[in-house]
């Protein structure tokens, strides 16, 4: 008898339990959007090249066209579905708004649960490849705008709204800098990179 090609898997998403029988080879990104209707997550590149299909798995940030979802049973799946607080939109959410973090919106949600993570991380102390001083005494180091462009930078976004989106990690990180406060013309400013 040959062998299966498919098993049911539990999946548990935004607090929720999901059991659906799945072919090994789907993808936890075409789990959700084709299979769960969450189409939250986007599919840019598909080859864990672009980051719009970033989800948290038990916090920590992956790239979910990459990520099997048989490997996902037993996880705690985050989704950009998932990331608010009922009403209450996470801080990262909000400032995206505030400080127009986007254009089209296709990378958003793939920007947004990055950012989510990122800032967990640094919170931990984790350094980045621009960390000067990675002693773990002096951490976590000042998250500035080149530590977010770094630690952003598994997000590419095509509308090239790099900037905006540097001023809401920040803002939301709460270290938002004297620059950041710079009306208009810094922020509408596209030559950064993130
Ligand atoms: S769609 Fe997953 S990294 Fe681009
Ligand atoms: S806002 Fe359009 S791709 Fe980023």
Request: proline share 4%; net charge negative.
């Amino acid at each position: 008898m040959a062998p299966s090609s498919s098993s049911a898997v539990t999946l548990r998403i935004n607090g929720e339990t999901h059991t659906l029988t799945v072919d090994h080879r789907t993808t936890l990104l075409d789990a959700l959007r084709e299979r769960l209707d969450m189409t939250g997550s986007k599919k840019g590149c598909d080859h864990g090249q672009c980051g719009a299909c970033t989800v948290l798995l038990d916090g920590r940030r992956t790239v979910s066209c990459l990520q099997l979802a048989v490997a996902a049973e037993g996880r705690e799946i985050t989704t950009i579905e998932g990331v608010a607080d009922g009403e209450q939109l996470h801080p990262v959410q909000q400032a995206f708004l505030e400080r127009d973090g986007y254009q089209c919106g296709y990378c958003t949600p793939g920007q947004i649960c990055s950012a989510v993570a990122m800032l967990a991380e640094h919170e931990a102390g984790w350094p980045s490849a621009v960390t000067g001083d990675v002693r773990p005494e002096a951490a976590p180091p000042p998250l500035s705008d080149e530590e977010i462009r770094e630690r952003m930078s598994g997000n590419l976004c095509r509308c090239g709204a790099y900037v905006s989106i540097v001023r809401a990690v920040s803002q939301a990180a709460g270290t938002e800098t004297k620059a950041a406060n710079a009306s208009g013309v810094e922020a509408r400013d596209t030559e950064a990179r993130v």
